[in-house]
């Protein structure tokens, strides 16, 4: 499936007013990068979006980027959570400069990059970057995603049976997602919300899961 980059920037820019606006202002705890699988379940449930929905969802980091701030922690946790030869490719990009932007995925980053820290995953280096795939998956059950939110899915018995599946069938994803964004475009946006688009699509990016 194509998706261009704007596209995809409105689709992150509404699930991000949507999370939002599930959360009280007063709480002033926005869902998280860092966040918990429970915590994540509960911030899609109170907008009626399900356990399988948040990992087809999720999916959609198979392109776009963040920024080291967003995922500082993960470059500090054990190899049973990242591989540590992806960990070492994180820290040497984030030394590169003051909270630099970092590709989502693997298959998008460099391919000297990849080459000096994870060799092994060279073959997953794409020419065509932000191809929006099933790729996350696979990524994800090998431990080489960027955020916390995104390894987290892994430590919930249902949300892993999900990720499995979304590996396993890569039309079976492209089919449910489009749903799920059929569905996120039809939830209102919260009150006193214009819905305006951003024009810096990383300004909401890095900051929500
Ligand atoms: C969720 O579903 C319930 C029951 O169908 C409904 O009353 C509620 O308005 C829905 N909430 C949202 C945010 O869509
Ligand atoms: C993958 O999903 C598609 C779409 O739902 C389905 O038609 C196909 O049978 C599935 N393939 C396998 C191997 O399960």
Redo the contacts with the bound molecule.
């Keep these: 499936m194509r998706l261009s980059a704007a596209v995809l920037c409105a689709l992150v820019a509404v699930q991000a007013a949507v999370l939002l606006a599930?959360v009280p202002a007063a709480q002033a705890e926005l869902p998280d990068s860092a966040d918990d699988v429970h915590k994540l379940i509960a911030n899609f449930a109170?907008?009626?979006f399900t356990v399988e929905e948040l990992v087809i969802l999720s999916g959609a980091h198979s392109i776009g980027q963040t920024h080291c701030s967003s995922f500082a922690g993960r470059l500090s946790e054990p190899a049973d959570q990242i591989v540590p030869a992806y960990r070492e490719l994180l820290k040497y990009k984030c030394s590169q400069g003051s909270n630099p932007p970092v590709v989502n995925n693997v298959r998008d980053e460099d391919y000297d990059v990849v080459a000096r820290y994870t060799p092994g995953f060279t073959s997953r280096v794409r020419k065509v970057s932000d191809y929006l795939d099933n790729s996350y998956y696979h990524n994800n059950l090998a431990k080489i995603v960027t955020f916390h939110s995104d390894w987290t899915l892994l430590t919930h018995k249902e949300a892993l049976g999900h990720v499995k599946e979304y590996a396993e069938n890569g039309t079976l994803w492209d089919e449910d997602f489009a749903d799920s964004l059929v569905k996120l475009s039809k939830?209102?946006m919260p009150a006193g919300s214009k819905g305006e688009i951003r024009k810096k699509c990383s300004a909401i990016n890095h900051r929500l899961y």
């Design positions: 599930a109170r907008k009626n939830l209102p």
